[in-house]
């Protein structure tokens, strides 16, 4: 009976192990190369799959989500002799297991190798300045180049990206040097823009108040005058109103004449000569009024400021002396 037993489950194991041969499940986005005795059958997509055991054997299991793999920095030489370390990064995407498996030994490794040489190439042409400008048009040139050669490997190149640009370290020192200077021109600028507008729009200031002030200025002036001659002919208004006389005229510049005369510069008075008959019609009509203070009536020979005749006198002698003015 033990015999028996153990070759029962010999037994068991064997059809436990192929079973598991014979059902292979594949995982989405993935396919196996299943081969029969060494040579390419069929490729397994995702899925429950159905294999001969024993006969039929699993080959490679590939991942057909798209795929990224970043390279070490590679030195290349520009147009004007100048080392620059790059950065590559590349999106790829297995379209064809098959030829991913038996037309290239390893895609990663051909991928690299090819970005290296071709990135060389593209760069040799170029010199510093455009290296560090045109990343797009280096993108475009490597994509193409890739795309074309991997087409036969089952591989679609999907974007090429350069992570970082590295000149040498003297280049990058002359190269702040001159960003600083750079800088440094254009905040000079800047600052120099805005102390001229500055100056503009206090000069402008000024200008307006200066303006406004002589407009306020003139304003004023019109008005005083205005008010004055306003005044003036209120005054003459009133006078003509009140039928003024001779006589009258005569006693207001006779209460004048102290406040002429008042200053120690005033040596010389003008008195115009209409002033000697308006004098004596002043006397005429004072004597009316009879004796003053034991006299013979109004005098009009009272002394001056200097110890000299009257003003009456005065402007006799000059009415005397010069011809009436017409």
């Given at each position: 009976m033990q015999p028996i037993i153990i070759v029962l489950i010999i037994l068991v194991v064997l059809v436990f192990i192929a079973l598991v041969k014979t059902i292979q499940v594949i995982p989405q986005a993935s396919a196996a190369i299943v081969e029969r005795f060494g040579r390419y059958t069929r490729t397994l997509n995702a899925g429950l799959n159905i294999v001969v055991p024993f006969i039929d054997s699993i080959r490679n299991r590939i991942d057909l989500r798209e795929q990224v793999v970043p390279f070490p920095p590679q030195p290349v030489i520009t147009?004007?002799?100048?080392?620059?370390?790059i950065d590559t990064v590349i999106y790829y995407q297995v379209t064809d297991a098959?030829?991913?498996?038996?037309?290239?030994?390893?895609?990663?490794?051909?991928?690299?190798?090819?970005?290296?040489?071709?990135?060389?190439n593209i760069i040799g042409g170029m010199d510093l300045e455009r290296t560090l400008t045109s990343r797009e048009e280096i993108n475009a040139a490597l994509r193409g180049v890739l795309d074309e050669a991997t087409g036969k490997w089952g591989i679609r190149v999907n974007r090429v990206e350069l992570k970082a640009i590295e000149p040498p370290t003297s280049i990058q020192d002359s190269m702040e040097k001159q960003m600083r200077a750079d800088r440094d021109k254009r905040a000079a600028i800047l600052q120099a823009e805005g102390v001229?507008?500055?100056e503009i729009l206090r000069a402008e200031g000024e200008k307006q108040s200066s303006i406004l002030r002589?407009?306020?200025?003139?304003?004023?002036?019109?008005?005083?005058?205005?008010?004055?001659?306003?005044?003036?002919?209120?005054?003459?208004?009133?006078?003509?109103?009140?039928?003024?006389?001779?006589?009258l005229l005569a006693y207001q510049y006779l209460q004048m004449l102290p406040k002429i005369a008042e200053g120690d510069a005033n040596k010389l008075w003008i008195v115009p000569s209409e002033i000697g008959d308006a004098l004596k019609g002043l006397s005429g009509a004072m004597g009316n009024f009879g004796p003053m203070g034991g006299g013979s009536g109004f005098n009009p020979q009272s002394t001056g400021k200097d110890g000299g005749t009257g003003a009456a006198d005065k402007a006799a002698a000059e009415r005397r002396e010069q011809p009436p003015i017409d």
């Open positions: 147009q004007d002799n100048l080392v620059v370390n098959r030829a991913a498996t038996y037309e290239v030994a390893s895609y990663i490794q051909a991928i690299e190798q090819l970005t290296v040489t071709t990135l060389r001229r507008q500055s002589a407009e306020g200025e003139a304003k004023a002036a019109a008005l005083k005058a205005e008010g004055e001659a306003q005044a003036i002919r209120t005054v003459f208004e009133s006078i003509h109103a009140g039928d003024a006389d001779q006589k």
